[in-house]
């Protein structure tokens, strides 16, 4: 069995900051990369960032880069998404993943989601 519980999200104002927290546990392994994805509504899931288990891989999509930071907590099995000058188009309800692989682009495992909104 393998947990992930998002926290940390809210409603902020455009250009302002938000971060979000994922803890694992169960029998989630610390080799696993962790990423963040995220659903706004009426659209698919998409992929935000990504981050290896020993933090020296990194990975983001376009719409976030310069603006988002994953970094992760290895010792607390946490992973952590510093989101800077959010725009509204960033609402979505943000799910944390595991990729057991450790590629960063095969995640298995989900969190049940936390929302962020922005708007003024």
């Known amino acids: 069995q393998v947990q992930l519980v998002e926290s940390g999200g809210g409603l902020v104002q455009p250009g302002g900051s938000l971060r979000l927290s994922c803890t694992g546990s169960g029998s989630i392994s610390s080799m696993y990369a962790m990423g963040w994805y995220r659903q706004a509504p009426g659209k698919e899931r998409e992929f935000v960032a990504g981050i290896s288990w020993s933090g020296s891989r990194t990975r983001y999509s376009d719409a976030v880069k310069g603006r988002f930071t994953i970094f992760a907590d290895n010792a607390k099995n946490t992973v952590y998404l510093q989101m800077n000058s959010l725009k509204p188009e960033d609402t979505a309800v943000y799910y944390c993943?595991?990729?057991?692989?450790?590629?960063?682009?095969?995640?298995?495992?989900w969190g049940q989601g936390t929302q962020v909104t922005v708007s003024s």
């Open positions: 993943a595991a990729d057991p692989t450790g590629s960063l682009y095969s995640y298995h495992y």
